[in-house]
């Protein structure tokens, strides 16, 4: 069954500590993505990646990190640099190499630091 | 970069009733135009699309318009129904551009009254 997973759904988060959100996908795309959404609001681009090995800073990259070590994977570590980090995350993927394609999202993780 | 606006933020109908939202865009290269339907607290799924070569697209209830001259793209939801109720994004891509990432607008929250 192809899709992108996250995980966690939910994720606590203490002020001051790392955390990281993960994101999967076996739709062999090039491309994947992170956004944040904020309670009505659109998404926002944190960082983009194009293929392995590589990523680009979004609009909001201050604060988060990500790697790119495997097509599948493009993990998400909010650092406790990022001030308000409490929001909906969504990671979505997208074939590269192909112009104007569908974008598939994961299911989100919800952060809340407490 | 790119920038998205969408209007209105909120829009309530009667079932049965049209909906229209509208979405402008700031770069004239763009050339993909996706709209995302977002149910609560689950992840945004493509409803229909519009590439730049086209001016409109129909799908059964919804419709996509295109003005490239006025940069402005617009969804119709024709006979309303309860289960229309959801977030729509709308969102431009320039396919060529490196990234290819898609901006997106601030979302319509649509309410169908039965």
């Known amino acids: 069954d192809g899709g992108i997973t996250q995980s966690p759904k939910y994720l606590f988060r203490k002020e001051g500590q790392n955390v990281t959100l993960s994101c999967e996908q076996n739709l062999n795309h090039d491309a994947m993505y992170w956004y944040r959404q904020d309670p009505g609001q659109g998404l926002r681009l944190i960082y983009y990646?194009?293929?392995?090995?590589?990523?680009q800073k979004g609009d909001i990259a201050e604060g988060y990190s990500v790697s790119r070590e495997k097509k599948e994977s493009f993990p998400l570590t909010v650092t406790s640099a990022q001030k308000n980090p409490t929001a909906f995350y969504l990671c979505a993927s997208r074939r590269g190499e192909v112009a104007n394609t569908e974008a598939f999202f994961g299911q989100g993780t919800r952060l809340t630091v407490v | 970069g790119e920038n998205v606006e969408q209007h209105p933020s909120t829009l309530s109908v009667q079932e049965g009733d049209s909906a229209v939202i509208k979405c402008t865009y700031s770069?004239?290269?763009?050339?993909?135009f996706p709209w995302y339907k977002q149910e609560l607290g689950k992840r945004p799924q493509l409803i229909i699309d519009?590439?730049?070569?086209?001016g409109e697209k129909k799908d059964q209830r919804i419709a996509v318009t295109l003005n490239k001259t006025a940069k402005h793209f617009s969804l119709h939801i024709t006979e309303t129904q309860p289960e229309d109720s959801a977030v729509y994004f709308c969102a431009a891509s320039i396919s060529w551009r490196a990234g290819n990432m898609l901006t997106f607008g601030g979302g319509t929250r649509l309410m169908v009254k039965p």
């Open positions: 519009i590439r730049s070569n086209v």
């Open positions: 990646s194009q293929i392995v090995n590589d990523f």
């Open positions: 770069d004239s290269a763009s050339n993909y």
